[in-house]
């Protein structure tokens, strides 16, 4: 019998696990993917919003701002790549100018400190690869941009580090109530707990229905992406939005926390787990990026990618119990990666003011190292070399990612299976060739640490096999 049951691992599921794990409970995360954050946290902008967005008073606006504050602490202790680099809304008529005064009064009334209305000038002045078009900007610095995926692997792994369960390709099938508790039904048996947590992305709506009445839809809307290659990164120094619209935030121009530089996203209605890039997409997105920065050059694009969002029809964060000790973590749209710890926060203690009981861990580990081979100095590096010789390996050129990092990877608290699994912890596959010249040294690094045939190891999710058998015997002689 687990204390708490949480739905999913994302973002939002793993800040919840991350916040629990402090407290003396026994905690179970469900996961129907072979690795945590495969959804929406792995192909999104990457950017801690401010908070002048959202519409006072709603949940949204409620946890942006403590989520911005709260993620710039977590990925200092649990040592993730982020990067306060603040951000711009782009004006380009007399009538978007007043919607920056809007955007600013909201960011007044939410809490977002120090934010500027910049003229023309000011603006060309500190980003003179905008267009020549606009006609000014609101400024927010505490905006940042984050490794997304290394962000909610690393509350997850902490979560792991203090005692919570991962349970990988486990699919919630149903849910019943029994004697008390809850009985959650999967593919892998039984799962027994008090209190649930809803927090299953864009299939929220489906668990919710498993134990209430419909409150709430989920309406998912894809969102393509460029990535461009660091030979653009510094084509701007901040995120760059224009101005909102009903269909969001609009295409974005932002550096990553890598160095390159991403385009997107638009906003189309989609299913659940459709990830394809069209061709008509990608032409609007690079159309309505250039308005932006015109001088973008995206014959350097190394990767396009579409994230799927978790939008519903209520229009805001669903943070609410759907019956008695069950409670949904739903609806987790755009800014749903800057919220999440806030989002988990709050869950928490509205599950302790519902009845739950403990109380918090005086062992509780709350730091994570993460070995970056390429970002040590000479000195640095040969120590490390010395004490293991397989960080003097390089396997991914493109990115300087070692042996002795893939490695690390591989006995890291949640285990990957794949060649995406080690990208997302190590970063190979992440440079200019995406993989092609890396990706066979990787995959016979997996097969040799796990003891499988290079057969078994994946690309990605269940069934990406690599290699299917071998065509030619012996070689040349």
Same mark, same amino acid.
């Given at each position: 019998?687990?204390?708490?049951?949480?739905?999913?691992?994302?973002?939002?599921?793993?800040?919840?696990?991350?916040? &629990?794990?402090?407290? =003396?409970?026994?905690?179970?995360?469900?996961?129907?993917?072979?690795?945590?954050?495969?959804?929406?946290?792995?192909?999104?902008?990457?950017?801690?919003?401010?908070?002048? +967005?959202?519409?006072?008073?709603?949940?949204?606006?409620?946890?942006?701002?403590?989520?911005?504050?709260?993620?710039?602490?977590?990925?200092? /202790? %649990?040592?993730?790549?982020?990067?306060?680099?603040?951000?711009?809304?782009?004006?380009?008529?007399?009538?978007?100018?007043?919607?920056?005064?809007?955007?600013?009064?909201?960011?007044?009334?939410?809490?977002?400190? +120090?934010?500027?209305?910049?003229?023309?000038?000011?603006?060309?002045?500190?980003?003179?690869?905008?267009?020549?078009?606009?006609?000014?900007?609101?400024?927010?610095?505490?905006?940042?941009?984050?490794?997304?995926?290394?962000?909610? &692997?690393?509350? #997850?792994?902490?979560?792991? =580090?203090?005692?919570?369960?991962?349970? %990988?390709?486990?699919?919630?099938?149903?849910?019943?109530?029994?004697?008390?508790?809850?009985?959650?039904?999967?593919?892998?048996?039984?799962?027994?707990?008090?209190?649930?947590?809803?927090?299953?992305?864009?299939?929220?709506?489906?668990?919710?229905?498993?134990?209430?009445? /419909?409150?709430?839809?989920?309406?998912?809307?894809?969102?393509?992406?460029?990535?461009? +290659?660091?030979?653009?990164?510094?084509?701007?120094?901040?995120?760059?939005?224009?101005?909102?619209?009903?269909?969001?935030?609009?295409? %974005?121009?932002?550096?990553?926390?890598?160095?390159?530089?991403?385009?997107?996203?638009? #906003?189309?209605?989609?299913?659940?787990?459709?990830?394809?890039?069209?061709?008509?997409?990608?032409?609007?997105?690079?159309?309505?990026?250039?308005?932006?920065?015109?001088?973008?050059?995206?014959?350097?694009?190394?990767?396009?990618?579409?994230?799927?969002?978790?939008?519903?029809?209520?229009?805001?964060?669903?943070?609410?119990?759907?019956?008695?000790?069950?409670?949904?973590?739903?609806?987790?749209?755009?800014?749903?990666?800057?919220?999440?710890?806030?989002?988990?926060?709050?869950?928490?203690?509205? &599950?302790?003011?519902?009845?739950?009981?403990?109380?918090?861990?005086?062992?509780?580990?709350?730091?994570?190292?993460?070995?970056?081979?390429?970002?040590?100095? +000479?000195?640095? /590096?040969?120590?490390?070399?010395?004490?293991?010789?397989?960080?003097?390996?390089?396997?991914?050129?493109?990115?300087?990612?070692?042996?002795?990092?893939?490695?690390?990877?591989?006995?890291?608290?949640?285990?990957?299976?794949?060649?995406?699994?080690?990208?997302?912890?190590?970063?190979?596959?992440?440079?200019?060739?995406?993989?092609?010249?890396?990706?066979?040294?990787?995959?016979?690094?997996?097969?040799?640490?796990?003891?499988?045939?290079?057969?078994?190891?994946?690309?990605?999710?269940?069934?990406?096999?690599?290699?299917?058998?071998?065509?030619?015997?012996?070689?040349?002689?």
């Amino acid at each position: 019998m687990y204390d708490v049951a949480i739905i999913g691992c994302g973002i939002t599921g793993s800040a919840c696990a991350y916040y &629990l794990s402090r407290y =003396r409970l026994n905690v179970a995360v469900i996961e129907k993917y072979n690795d945590v954050c495969c959804g929406t946290t792995r192909a999104n902008s990457a950017i801690i919003h401010a908070g002048y +967005d959202p519409v006072p008073g709603t949940n949204c606006a409620k946890y942006n701002v403590r989520g911005n504050f709260l993620t710039k602490e977590i990925c200092k /202790k %649990l040592d993730v790549l982020c990067k306060e680099i603040g951000s711009l809304v782009v004006a380009f008529s007399d009538e978007e100018k007043e919607t920056l005064n809007v955007l600013y009064d909201r960011g007044v009334k939410n809490g977002v400190p +120090d934010m500027e209305i910049w003229d023309r000038e000011k603006l060309l002045k500190e980003e003179p690869n905008i267009s020549k078009e606009a006609v000014g900007a609101l400024y927010a610095p505490t905006a940042a941009i984050v490794n997304p995926w290394e962000y909610g &692997l690393a509350m #997850a792994e902490t979560a792991v =580090r203090n005692g919570v369960e991962i349970k %990988l390709n486990t699919e919630v099938k149903n849910i019943d109530k029994a004697d008390g508790h809850w009985l959650i039904k999967t593919n892998n048996g039984e799962i027994e707990a008090k209190y649930v947590i809803n927090a299953a992305g864009v299939y929220a709506d489906v668990i919710h229905g498993m134990v209430a009445e /419909k409150t709430f839809e989920i309406l998912p809307c894809a969102g393509e992406y460029y990535l461009l +290659d660091k030979s653009e990164g510094e084509r701007v120094s901040r995120v760059i939005f224009q101005c909102p619209n009903k269909l969001g935030k609009g295409v %974005l121009v932002s550096p990553t926390v890598h160095g390159n530089l991403i385009v997107g996203p638009n #906003a189309i209605d989609s299913d659940r787990d459709d990830t394809r890039t069209t061709t008509a997409s990608l032409d609007f997105i690079r159309q309505a990026a250039s308005k932006s920065v015109p001088s973008i050059q995206f014959r350097e694009n190394i990767r396009n990618f579409t994230g799927v969002r978790a939008n519903s029809d209520t229009d805001d964060f669903v943070i609410e119990f759907a019956a008695e000790n069950f409670l949904d973590v739903a609806g987790i749209k755009s800014p749903g990666l800057s919220a999440a710890p806030a989002i988990a926060e709050a869950a928490v203690k509205m &599950l302790f003011e519902s009845g739950l009981e403990s109380s918090e861990k005086v062992d509780f580990i709350d730091t994570r190292k993460h070995l970056r081979f390429k970002e040590l100095s +000479d000195k640095e /590096k040969n120590e490390v070399i010395s004490r293991n010789p397989l960080y003097g390996r390089v396997v991914c050129r493109c990115e300087t990612i070692t042996e002795g990092e893939i490695v690390d990877a591989l006995h890291s608290p949640i285990k990957p299976v794949s060649l995406d699994g080690i990208k997302r912890r190590a970063g190979t596959g992440m440079g200019r060739c995406q993989g092609g010249f890396c990706g066979p040294k990787v995959l016979e690094i997996i097969a040799k640490t796990n003891g499988v045939n290079f057969e078994d190891v994946l690309q990605d999710g269940e069934n990406s096999y690599i290699l299917t058998g071998q065509t030619k015997n012996g070689g040349a002689k």
